[in-house]
């Protein structure tokens, strides 16, 4: 009989996806930086083969760029007195 919880390992992704925004690409090394929304920190990538701009929103897997992502929303709260 199989493991129940290794089963249950198997459904989940091996690795998370983020979703961020680029802030600065360095021609020179090829690296990527990208701010994940609501992360103090941001993450220093590969390019993964595309062609990308400053702004671009992108999904990232393992260090690695693997595409276009959709632009999140800003949520305002405006307080009316």
Excluded: C, H
């Excluded at 990538?45 to 693997?66: L, R």
């Amino acid at each position: 009989m199989a493991n129940p919880y290794a089963l249950f390992k198997q459904l989940l992704p091996s690795a998370r996806k983020w979703i961020g925004v680029i802030t600065i690409i360095d021609a020179d090394t090829g690296r990527i930086t990208v701010q994940v929304p609501g992360s103090a920190e941001d993450i220093i990538v590969s390019g993964g083969g595309g062609s990308y701009e400053v702004g671009d929103y992108v999904f990232i897997k393992n260090g690695v760029i693997e595409g276009d992502a959709p632009e999140l929303a800003t949520i305002v709260n405006e307080e009316v007195s």
